[in-house]
């Protein structure tokens, strides 16, 4: 029995000390919110790269940047990949969070039924207009009415009625003739011209917001007390995108047939990225407009607006570009 006892013993002692380290390097495991668009993909493709940056990455997809923010709140990101509406929304409502770069500009496209008789935004008055509740695109929705002087609202009685839909949903709407224009995303408003039940009215970067930049942000937990790993994967955020911004022909085939799988042609991802190119940088000074614009039309439920310099930190993402000789 004795001899049994130890054998036992040295075999719960191997098995400690086998899995111990497996535990361990468990916690060091950087979570990591997406969502899945064309012009996220280069931060999805950071997990391809992880291990040679030193690290391990574990992707989480969700359906809008809103769910990415709800996640961060339970403890389940690091890091998460959203519009900076969601971003400056989850700020506004006390989320933990800083904005660290930008990923990529654009990504939004006002298109309408090719039967809808809407060659403006003018015309909207009267039609119904579907937007992703909790997507840069419906500030910048608020933003192109309120400037042509219409109002909107989800219900009836306004000058807009709009509908609030998925991404994918929005295309099957427009489709089935239930919507007479959407103000969409990438790549499924390039998809919607491309297969002929849409047709471009306008890209919407002529409001104070111009061109909107997408926010990579870290929790502020990560950025403070994990700073080896936060700048680690910082320099793997930038190899992946300027990877995807030198290797079109890469960044090509990981979109179409990694990330979707097929779903999407060639034509559709070039279109997409022609609207919403890959990048690296964001401002303050554009989080701050794009938090004024949200304010002025009451998108967000923001009881207090977050300032922009409180909360936007790119000291990691200066000295990852300095390491790799970025500018």
């Known amino acids: 029995m004795f001899k049994k006892s130890i054998a036992a013993s040295a075999v719960l002692a191997l098995t400690s000390?086998?899995?111990?380290?497996?535990?361990?390097?468990?916690?060091?495991?950087?979570?990591?919110?997406?969502l899945k668009l064309a012009h996220f993909a280069a931060v999805s493709y950071i997990k391809e790269i992880a291990p040679?940056?030193?690290?391990?990455?574990?992707?989480?997809?969700?359906?809008k940047g809103l769910d990415v923010m709800q996640a961060i709140i339970a403890g389940e990101l690091d890091v998460g990949a959203t519009a900076s509406e969601a971003a400056i929304s989850g700020r506004a409502n006390k989320v933990p969070i800083y904005v660290v770069a930008g990923f990529a500009s654009g990504g939004a496209r006002l298109v309408a039924r090719p039967d809808a008789g809407i060659k403006t935004v003018k015309d909207l008055k009267g039609k119904k207009v579907g937007v992703t509740r909790g997507?840069?695109?419906?500030?910048?929705?608020?933003?192109?009415?309120?400037?042509?002087?219409?109002?909107?609202?989800d219900a009836p009685g306004k000058d807009v009625q709009l509908v609030y839909l998925g991404y994918p949903d929005l295309n099957q709407a427009l489709l089935g003739k239930n919507l007479d224009a959407i103000m969409q995303t990438e790549p499924q408003s390039s998809?919607?011209?491309?297969?002929?039940f849409g047709v471009e009215i306008i890209k919407p970067y002529d409001t104070p917001i111009g061109s909107p930049i997408r926010t990579l942000v870290m929790t502020e937990k990560f950025y403070k007390d994990n700073r080896p790993q936060a700048e680690k994967f910082m320099r793997c955020f930038v190899e992946a995108t300027k990877t995807f911004i030198d290797n079109k022909a890469l960044a090509e085939k990981y979109v179409t047939q990694t990330v979707f799988k097929g779903q999407i042609t060639a034509d559709d991802?070039?279109?997409?990225?022609?609207?919403?190119p890959y990048s690296f940088d964001i401002t303050a000074a554009h989080i701050q407009t794009t938090t004024d614009v949200m304010a002025k039309y009451g998108i967000g439920k923001m009881a207090t607006p977050p300032v922009a310099t409180e909360?936007?930190?790119?000291?990691?993402?200066?000295?990852?570009?300095?390491?790799m000789n970025i500018k």
């Open 191 to 196: 998809q919607a011209i491309n297969k002929g």
């Open 269 to 276: 991802f070039q279109d997409a990225i022609a609207n919403s």
């Open 311 to 323: 909360w936007v930190k790119t000291d990691l993402l200066d000295a990852a570009k300095k390491s």
């Open 52 to 63: 040679k940056c030193g690290i391990k990455v574990e992707e989480k997809v969700f359906a």
């Open 135 to 153: 997507g840069i695109q419906e500030v910048l929705l608020a933003a192109e009415l309120g400037q042509n002087g219409l109002t909107s609202s």
């Open 17 to 34: 000390s086998l899995f111990a380290p497996l535990a361990a390097h468990a916690e060091d495991v950087i979570r990591l919110g997406n």
